[in-house]
């Protein structure tokens, strides 16, 4: 397995080039499953995740074909990828698939949509607390579909095609709006939903699937209504930028100083991180390329955050946040709103020297002098993140095991950082 090796005390300085976002490339790849012609994908990151969904899409019989690197291209350079579900060939979507992936288990949608029927694996546990698919399920059957559970597998069924409803989410769910999304456009009749997710990446799929044919008004408000229609055709689309990758790598400028452009990246995608990070004593200028982050002299100060639904402070960068205040000035009260059990790399940040208390939904982090480098294991795609920042920070070094979580999430990681000035490498066991 790959461990990562970082000695911490080197100021970042340079460009970082922004990936497509992985949360954004997910569900598009999965909205393939909607049509028989060609959907052209552009900017999707090199991710084990995005791999990974290939094969669960492979199985219901997508063809897909990655063009080859252009002249000039570098290896942090999105792919372009064709997908193409000419006929589905099996609508099941097993255990040994969906369970290395929670959001493949959106295929549910689609495929229900188009076949009539689906049934996907239940997805297992998972190391940030328990992410029922309740509402998922519950959206499928405000459209008509009967669901029944059966030896760990969701069964969707609506012979005779799905239809438009009202379905109202207690709680703002993405995935749950992307499902609802996925299986309203080719419903007969009109669909509204409400209390629907407002993150970047549910405007995204919007986007696509309305290029696509589908009639959809509302995206990126709480109420999106959506007018179905007979087919869905290709088309292609370019993936929105990172902002969780944007705001990892700004925290990362912020926690060792220097002076970093974020190329591509997006302010408005994460204007309340970016906040924050100002008023933790980091400059964010948006410039025509990207956002230029700088730290120069001054420390950090400590900065109280709570995760929220979009357009609100994302749990996606809660982990490097917290990693962020651990050397700050005072104390910042952190909690977590969205994931129950999302601060597993509380105990892993402790063991370079933070100092932080839970207390349920709330970490209290109190800022230290400094930050000693010692081996640490990644728990989860986020956290292994904000330990890679800690490290940075930190006196000595730090191995991070256990990095296949951060191969999930984030494309070329350490080759980013080290093009900035990090003594980071990757060490390969095989
Ligand atoms: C997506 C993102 C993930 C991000 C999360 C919140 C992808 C691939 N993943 O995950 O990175 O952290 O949004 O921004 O895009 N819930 C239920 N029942 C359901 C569904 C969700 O109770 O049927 C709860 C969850 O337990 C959680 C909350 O709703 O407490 C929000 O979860 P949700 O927005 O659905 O997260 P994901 O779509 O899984």
């Known amino acids: 397995m790959d461990r990562i090796r970082i000695v911490g005390g080197e100021a970042l300085n340079g460009a970082i080039p922004i990936s497509g976002a992985k949360n954004a490339a997910l569900p598009l790849m999965i909205a393939s499953l909607l049509t028989d012609e060609t959907l052209q994908l552009h900017n999707v990151p090199r991710l084990a995740d995005v791999a990974q969904l290939l094969r669960i899409l492979g199985n219901h019989g997508v063809d897909h074909g990655v063009a080859g690197k252009r002249p000039g291209q570098t290896a942090v350079t999105g792919q372009s990828i064709r997908l193409r579900a000419r006929d589905i060939i099996d609508t099941t979507a097993p255990y040994e698939l969906v369970s290395k992936m929670r959001a493949s288990f959106w295929v549910i949608a689609p495929l229900l949509a188009r076949m009539g029927e689906a049934r996907v694996s239940l997805p297992g546990g998972c190391a940030i607390g328990t992410r029922p698919v309740d509402l998922l399920l519950m959206a499928l059957e405000r459209l008509g579909a009967s669901i029944d559970i059966d030896g760990g597998y969701a069964v969707a069924r609506a012979p005779k095609g799905l239809k438009g409803g009202d379905i109202v989410f207690p709680k703002v769910t993405v995935g749950g709006t992307h499902t609802a999304l996925m299986a309203a456009v080719l419903a007969d009749g009109t669909t509204v939903?409400?209390?629907?997710?407002?993150?970047?990446?549910?405007?995204?799929?919007?986007?696509?699937?309305?290029?696509?044919?589908?009639?959809?008004?509302?995206?990126?408000?709480?109420?999106?209504?959506?007018?179905?229609?007979?087919?869905?055709?290709?088309?292609?689309?370019?993936?929105?930028?990172?902002?969780?990758?944007?705001?990892?790598?700004?925290?990362?400028?912020?926690?060792?100083?220097?002076d970093v452009l974020l190329e591509g990246a997006r302010p408005d995608l994460l204007q309340n991180a970016l906040d924050t990070l100002e008023s933790a004593g980091a400059e964010i200028t948006p410039t025509n390329e990207g956002i230029r982050v700088v730290r120069n002299g001054h420390g950090i100060t400590a900065v109280d955050v709570t995760t929220e639904p979009f357009p609100g402070f994302p749990t996606d960068l809660q982990a490097q946040f917290m990693a962020l205040m651990t050397r700050a000035r005072g104390t910042s009260r952190i909690r977590e709103t969205i994931f129950e059990n999302r601060f597993m790399h509380v105990q892993e940040l402790a063991r370079l020297g933070a100092r932080i208390r839970l207390d349920g939904d709330l970490a209290y982090v109190e800022g230290v002098q400094r930050l000693t480098g010692a081996p640490v294991m990644a728990t989860d795609l986020r956290a292994s993140v904000s330990l890679?920042?800690?490290?940075?920070?930190?006196?000595?070094?730090?191995?991070?095991?256990?990095?296949?979580?951060?191969?999930?999430?984030?494309?070329?990681?350490?080759?980013?950082?080290?093009?900035?000035?990090?003594?980071?490498?990757?060490?390969?066991?095989?």
């Open 193 to 258: 939903i409400e209390n629907a997710a407002r993150e970047p990446e549910v405007v995204d799929l919007a986007q696509c699937l309305t290029a696509m044919g589908a009639r959809i008004t509302g995206a990126g408000t709480p109420r999106i209504v959506i007018d179905g229609v007979a087919r869905l055709g290709g088309t292609e689309h370019t993936v929105l930028p990172d902002r969780i990758e944007t705001g990892t790598y700004a925290m990362a400028v912020a926690m060792t100083g220097g």
């Open 388 to 430: 890679v920042i800690a490290a940075l920070a930190a006196e000595g070094e730090t191995t991070v095991n256990r990095v296949y979580h951060l191969d999930r999430g984030f494309e070329a990681l350490e080759h980013k950082l080290g093009a900035c000035g990090a003594r980071i490498e990757r060490i390969s066991n095989s």
